[in-house]
């Protein structure tokens, strides 16, 4: 019934940035966690960021702080991840994803059908 679309990826030089939409349909997330995971040829998925429902609660990988802001507009019922500062190493597939906890992200009930993000050198 609900159902995850991003958008936004693209390819970008090193030093540069991206903005990741990610909209839900369906019905309202009221009450959900939303964020991003992605995943590297040769790797594990592994989480990005994440933020809750009202805001209060937000989330980043070590790897991306300081690079990476998350925001939701909940009226959209969508969340964004602004990239600045791009690396190569960010390059990967960024898919969305949505459940009650973000305890529980990694095995979300919702995901998207992910968008490719490549960052040259």
């Known amino acids: 019934q609900v159902q995850l679309v991003e958008s936004g990826g693209g390819l970008v030089q090193a030093g540069g940035s991206l903005r990741l939409s990610c909209a839900a349909s369906?019905?309202?997330?009221?009450?959900?966690?939303m964020g991003w995971f992605r995943q590297a040829p040769g790797k594990e998925r592994e989480f990005v960021a994440a933020k809750s429902w009202s805001g209060g609660s937000t989330y980043y990988a070590d790897s991306v702080k300081g690079r990476f802001t998350i925001s939701r507009d909940n009226a959209k019922n969508s969340v964004f991840l602004q990239m600045n500062s791009l690396k190569p190493e960010d390059t990967a597939v960024y898919y969305c994803a949505a459940d009650y906890t973000v305890q529980a992200m990694n095995e979300a009930r919702y995901w998207g059908q992910g968008t490719q993000v490549t960052v040259s050198s």
């Open positions: 369906g019905r309202t997330l009221r009450n959900y966690v």
